[in-house]
């Protein structure tokens, strides 16, 4: 593999390392607002392999925040857009493009018929959040998780902590009682922001993929939650 187009990460991080990085496998499950950055930051790291999961399409209201989201792009599958992004970065990163929401079933097959090196969460629905913390913790594989992004605006209060010691977020305390109710009580970490959300920032939604609201948000908070993720991601795995 050529390290011209990451000689500066080379500088950083040393031969041995990037070479390192070349050979492990990241996944990523959520390419909204926090997961595609999320997964191009991973990628521009110089990861070698990763499998990238949204079933979801580019809208109007992802321009806000959103990184595969313009108006070329709208209506066209985030996994697509995304996929076509990391492959123009690195040519040879060896992507799987899956463009579909995965729960029950197909998540633990994704799981088992591969070898991830890291499993990056970035799901906005609790259900399927849930269901793949619970079975990449009970398969013992490495993950990070992030919590909710929306309603918040200081960047200064964003975090990595374990699950067991969020707090101000009304997600990170759902999914806490979530595994509490699994029997995982801790051991995985989050990404969260400590600041209050915005209660007049929430409106019930009708008619949306596993989301029964909406929050308001602004373009950064998302991007520095997916940043925190794949800064995770490359100092741990």
Not at 107 to 132: R, Y
Request: charged share 20%; aromatic share 6%.
């Amino acid at each position: 593999m050529s390290y011209q187009w990451n000689s500066r990460t080379k500088l950083l991080l040393g031969a041995e390392r990037l070479e390192y990085l070349a050979g492990c496998h990241v996944l990523v499950v959520g390419l909204g607002g926090v997961g595609a950055y999320a997964a191009e930051q991973i990628c521009r790291a110089g990861i070698g392999q990763m499998t990238i999961v949204d079933g979801d399409t580019v809208n109007e209201s992802n321009l806000n925040r959103q990184l595969p989201s313009l108006h070329s792009t709208i209506g066209q599958p985030k996994a697509e857009v995304v996929g076509k992004r990391l492959l123009d970065i690195n040519p040879e990163l060896k992507l799987t493009i899956l463009n579909e929401f995965l729960k029950d079933e197909r998540l633990e097959e994704v799981l088992s018929v591969n070898s991830f090196d890291f499993v990056v969460d970035a799901i906005d629905s609790l259900s399927p959040k849930v269901f793949l913390l619970y079975h990449s913790y009970q398969k013992n594989l490495k993950i990070v998780s992030s919590m909710g992004a929306g309603g918040k605006m200081d960047p200064s209060q964003v975090q990595i902590t374990d699950i067991s010691k969020t707090s101000a977020c009304a997600l990170a305390r759902v999914v806490r009682k979530r595994l509490r109710g699994k029997g995982i009580k801790k051991g995985i970490p989050v990404v969260f922001s400590t600041e209050p959300a915005n209660p007049e920032a929430v409106i019930e939604v009708e008619n949306e993929q596993n989301k029964r609201t909406t929050v308001g948000t602004v373009s950064y908070m998302p991007a520095t939650f997916g940043c925190f993720l794949a800064s995770y991601v490359i100092r741990n795995i």
